[in-house]
């Protein structure tokens, strides 16, 4: 079974702290993609990657920053946590190219930044 | 810059009912997901569209795509409750399931 986990559910953390998110995918996916969702925005794409150690920007990178060190596993970084952070980041992975079916989903981490 | 658009965005219909929701996006794809979010949940694959007509059907949602009138429609037949929940589409702008652009979804709920 296809399966993508997230390091946490619920985060809170403080403004100015440096905050890691964690995922990790087990079906050898090429692509993995950080999201976040806010109400009446949708899903937004902040960054996703290709292969291990290439990364690309997506639409809302900054303030962000991401790492892929080995294959199944994506992080994003938040450099300097502020309060417009605030929101629920869903990570996802799929396979490359046209083999692709479909993009599949973490539960998700939903962070608040005070 | 691909734009997805949803509407409506806010779906409330009694059981038993029919309804469709349209996704309309702006520049040329023929690759169309629709997905399904369960509050507090994360988002469930629901339909790939593949290419022009292509049709999928799953129970009573129906899910259509006519790329020539960058259009995909979610159809919903004599609908229930467990069919309450946030439906998203997204286009790929890319042709292999990379940087999906998402509608805002609707909302759809579902009253006895």
């Known amino acids: 079974d296809v399966k993508v986990t997230q390091s946490s559910r619920y985060l809170v953390k403080r403004t100015g702290e440096k905050v890691f998110l964690e995922c990790v995918q087990d079906?050898?996916?090429?692509?993995m993609f950080w999201y976040r969702q806010d109400p009446g925005l949708g899903l937004r794409l902040i960054y996703f990657s290709y292969d291990v150690k290439m990364k690309e920007k997506g639409d809302i990178p900054e303030g962000y920053s991401v790492s892929r060190e080995k294959k199944e596993r994506f992080s994003l970084i938040l450099e300097s946590a502020s309060t417009n952070q605030t929101s629920m980041y869903l990570c996802?992975?799929?396979?490359?190219?046209?083999?692709?079916?479909?993009?599949?989903f973490g539960p998700g981490t939903r962070l608040t930044v005070l | 810059e691909l734009k997805v658009e949803q509407n409506p965005l806010f779906l409330s219909m009694q059981e038993g009912k029919n309804y469709t929701i349209y996704c309309n996006y702006s520049t040329t794809s023929d690759r169309l997901y629709w997905y399904r979010q369960d509050p507090g949940k994360s988002l469930e694959s629901l339909f790939v569209?593949?290419?022009?007509?292509a049709v999928k059907q799953e129970g009573r949602l129906m899910a259509s795509l006519d790329t020539k009138a960058r259009l995909s429609t979610l159809h919903i037949t004599a609908a229930v409750h467990d069919l309450s929940a946030t439906y998203f589409c997204?286009?790929?702008?890319?042709?292999?399931?990379?940087?999906?652009?998402f509608g805002k979804g609707t909302k759809l709920t579902v009253n006895p």
């Open positions: 997204a286009v790929d702008t890319r042709g292999g399931s990379e940087k999906l652009v």
């Open positions: 996802a992975s799929s396979l490359w190219g046209l083999d692709a079916d479909t993009q599949y």
């Open positions: 569209l593949l290419s022009n007509g």
């Open positions: 079906m050898d996916h090429e692509n």
